[in-house]
């Protein structure tokens, strides 16, 4: 194996840039020291160290300051190529004070930098991705950096959208079908207009639109929470603290993680919620205002219980196992190629909407379907 799976594309600093500019280059990279190239050589660097040196000796110097004077010139790194093999690498940082080195390509062109600590990572086999999203699907466990990708694939985000339609669709039917049963034999609602507390006058119509519609919530919720999905979903949060943590991907370890993660969607649905059942019940700014505020206060920890009693459930062993194989191939995609930035529609496609957005689709497209046969 070579350094080219490795290698971090950075830019180069020239003399006439600025010190502000370097340590950009150095934070928004995670590194410590940034090259300047001249030609098809290595002609020095700027590292942490010379800039605090910099800042240090000249209190009154401007972060827009040349780096010319900062430059180390002597005692140059010695550049790799990308078909340099990871063990002669490790030789060359284990000789060298630097975080990174610099690759340079045959044809003398800067290609971007190693970095001691991936280069460790990678032979020592500890590198996992910083930040893992994923979903629950009804074959197993998906997860994905944006770039990296484990589990049930896009077959089985795309079931997923499935599911979540035919439940929204059977929820729609069966909280308007109950509202009809008690409208036709029973008479409670009552007819024209009526006068609400806080509210004003509103159509006997809403108020059955309304109970139909909350009781389709109520639907969805029970067969979220019985469906496979809770189950699912619970492993893929176990699963997603686990990597995060960085505790062993096995069933004792992941089986005492939480269930409910701050970055569920969970918790943007649940806000979404909140604010349009504050503000659409009662209007206007003040309403708008008042939504706002509790959204901003609440929805966190209301998303975190609707993630332990709704949307999650304890995962049986066969779900908790998928999350871990989903866990364990998303960290060996990571590992092969730990730089991989998918960008466009690849990344777009590797976190899952648009498969869910297509299974929904499908299933509107099927209830739609049926309603046309049994109107014929």
């Not at 997860?143 to 959208?161: E, Q």
Request: glycine share 10%; aromatic share 8%; with cysteine.
């Amino acid at each position: 194996m070579t350094v080219d799976i490795l290698i971090k594309p950075v830019p180069l600093l020239s003399p006439a840039d600025s010190a502000r500019k370097a340590h950009g280059v150095m934070s928004k990279n995670n590194i410590s020291t940034v090259f300047v190239f001249d030609g098809a050589a290595v002609r020095g660097y700027v590292s942490e160290k010379s800039l605090s040196r910099y800042f240090a000796e000249n209190p009154e110097a401007s972060p827009e300051g040349s780096v010319e004077s900062l430059i180390t010139y002597d005692n140059p790194p010695t550049a790799l190529s990308p078909g340099t093999d990871l063990k002669t690498a490790a030789a060359v940082f284990a000789d060298s004070d630097l975080d990174s080195l610099p690759v340079v390509t045959s044809n003398g062109l800067f290609a971007g930098v190693v970095t001691r600590n991936d280069l460790l990572s990678y032979l020592a086999k500890t590198g996992r991705p910083a930040g893992v999203g994923g979903m629950a699907t009804p074959i197993g466990v998906y997860l994905t950096t944006g770039s990296h990708t484990g589990g049930a694939g896009s077959k089985g985000v795309y079931l997923t959208g499935i599911v979540l339609g035919l439940m929204m669709g059977i929820s729609v039917y069966l909280g308007d079908g109950i509202i009809r049963l008690i409208e036709t034999y029973f008479n409670l609602f009552p007819r024209g207009f009526v006068a609400l507390p806080l509210i004003g006058y509103v159509s006997a119509g809403i108020i059955e639109t309304a109970a139909a519609g909350f009781l389709a919530i109520i639907f969805m919720l029970l067969m979220l929470r019985f469906s496979v999905l809770s189950g699912y979903h619970g492993a893929e949060h176990m699963t997603v603290h686990a990597i995060e943590r960085e505790e062993d991907l096995t069933p004792e370890t992941v089986s005492h993680m939480p269930r409910v993660h701050p970055r569920c969607g969970t918790n943007l649905m649940v806000a979404a919620a909140l604010f349009l059942l504050i503000s659409g019940t009662f209007g206007g700014q003040a309403a708008v205002f008042v939504a706002i505020i509790i959204v901003m206060l609440g929805w966190r920890a209301i998303g975190a219980a609707a993630q332990q009693h709704i949307t999650t459930a304890k995962p049986n062993r066969k779900q908790l196992e998928a999350g871990i194989r989903a866990g364990k191939e998303i960290i060996e995609s990571y590992r092969a190629n730990p730089n991989l930035t998918a960008r466009g529609f690849r990344r777009v496609w590797n976190m899952g909407f648009l498969q869910t957005m297509l299974g929904i689709f499908t299933s509107v497209a099927l209830f739609g379907l049926i309603e046309y046969l049994l109107s014929r």
